[in-house]
């Protein structure tokens, strides 16, 4: 794998900023969708499936880029799903009926994947194995951030210039990132994964990788189970409010940016996969912790806030050595072992979340519950598949 000369700095800021434009496809949109009924016709219910649509073609791109990183330069495919990305960007918001709008917003999600798939091989390149994952934690740490200031700045873009500003400023900002990625593509590593036979059936079979990416997804989703249904839980079940639910949400994400900065150091002490297992086992007691509470009748949020702070902790320091080692356990698979990550966690997130759905208003335990499993679920993955050093131990 190729490393680049000069420095790595702008490199990564642009690998960053397309990564946060690609979960800004969602976040960016979402202060929108209660006007698209009065815009472009339909109703409530119907303008929800524009944030499904855009999760099912991320999805589907997350595949597909997967399986072009393992034939084509990632520097020329990262360039043409910006700008793919920015046209369809620009045609969503002009579009004539939510029925169109759904339809783009699938196209949208899968052209703007690509950074998602080819950010952790690209990293690794920049900074070998040793530095990337306290770059991995700096990118997660920017992630988190983005979907609690992108609903602001959306809700800002719309108040001013409407409904589909939202859909403009993400056409602008793909097409100068891409024109930046194509001025600037020698401070990039030129990364072709290997290609290896099966496609994507060799990564499945393969208890090392799945050790490492569906123990990631399975501790990520328990998080995310929380945060998705909190906001219904705090309101209709425990007689609390949005603002309460707001403080969680900024107190995980403060939790985690700390966590996943420290990462980097931490395993240069602890060692990756001791990390990863001290940071599982610490999101899983802050899951039990929680339905423990749940089950003795508790209700207080602030509560259930400082029962979240684990959850966090555990993610953020477990987050950037997983997610790292999962792409070294494809063994030159980079593109489709992150792929594969990245569809695992929207998988089990949407799983998860639809589990719990149909008891939500039943108050914390449904929610605790289904954290947990999941939560639990990604300790014994840890515990009981093999892991990098163990395989290489025994020659496999």
């Not at 990863?276 to 259930?304: E, K, P, Q, R």
Request: charged share 10%.
């Amino acid at each position: 794998m190729q490393k680049t000369g000069g420095s790595h700095v702008p490199a990564f800021v642009m690998i960053v900023c397309g990564t946060v434009l690609g979960i800004a496809g969602t976040d960016l949109v979402l202060p929108a969708v209660p006007e698209l009924p009065e815009a472009l016709g339909g109703t409530l219910e119907r303008s929800q499936l524009v944030l499904a649509a855009f999760v099912a073609g991320s999805a589907f791109g997350l595949l597909v880029f997967g399986s072009l990183g393992a034939r084509y330069d990632q520097r020329a495919l990262l360039v043409g799903s910006l700008v793919a990305y920015g046209v369809i960007s620009g045609l969503a918001g002009l579009s004539p009926s939510l029925e169109a709008l759904i339809g783009l917003r699938f196209l949208q999600g899968a052209a703007g994947s690509a950074a998602a798939v080819f950010a952790p091989g690209i990293i690794r390149a920049l900074y070998g194995d040793e530095r990337a994952v306290g770059a991995l934690g700096f990118l997660g740490s920017v992630e988190a951030l983005t979907p609690a200031l992108a609903p602001v700045a959306g809700l800002w873009l719309i108040r001013l210039f409407g409904w589909n500003a939202s859909f403009g400023a993400i056409a602008l900002l793909a097409l100068l990132l891409a024109g930046a990625i194509t001025a600037w593509h020698r401070h990039i590593p030129a990364v072709v994964s290997s290609r290896k036979a099966g496609g994507y059936g060799h990564l499945l079979a393969d208890p090392v990788f799945l050790r490492y990416a569906v123990s990631h997804a399975f501790t990520l989703g328990a998080l995310l189970v929380v945060v998705f249904g909190a906001p219904t839980v705090f309101v209709a079940a425990l007689g609390a409010t949005l603002a309460d639910f707001i403080i969680m949400q900024m107190t995980g994400i403060a939790t985690f940016v700390v966590a996943a900065n420290l990462a980097g150091r931490l395993v240069r002490r602890f060692d990756a996969e001791r990390l990863i297992s001290m940071g599982t086992l610490l999101s899983a007691a802050g899951a039990v912790a929680m339905l423990a509470y749940a089950l003795a009748g508790g209700g207080d949020t602030l509560v259930v806030t400082a029962l979240f702070i684990p959850f966090n902790t555990g993610l953020g320091l477990r987050g950037p050595p997983g997610f790292h080692l999962a792409v070294v356990a494809a063994r030159g698979d980079d593109a489709r072992g992150a792929a594969l990550v990245v569809v695992a966690i929207l998988v089990t997130t949407a799983v998860g979340t639809a589990a719990v759905a149909p008891f939500i208003t039943a108050g914390l335990m449904p929610l605790a519950m289904g954290a947990a499993v999941l939560a639990l679920a990604s300790v014994a993955l840890v515990t009981l598949l093999p892991s990098l050093e163990q395989q290489e131990g025994s020659g496999g």
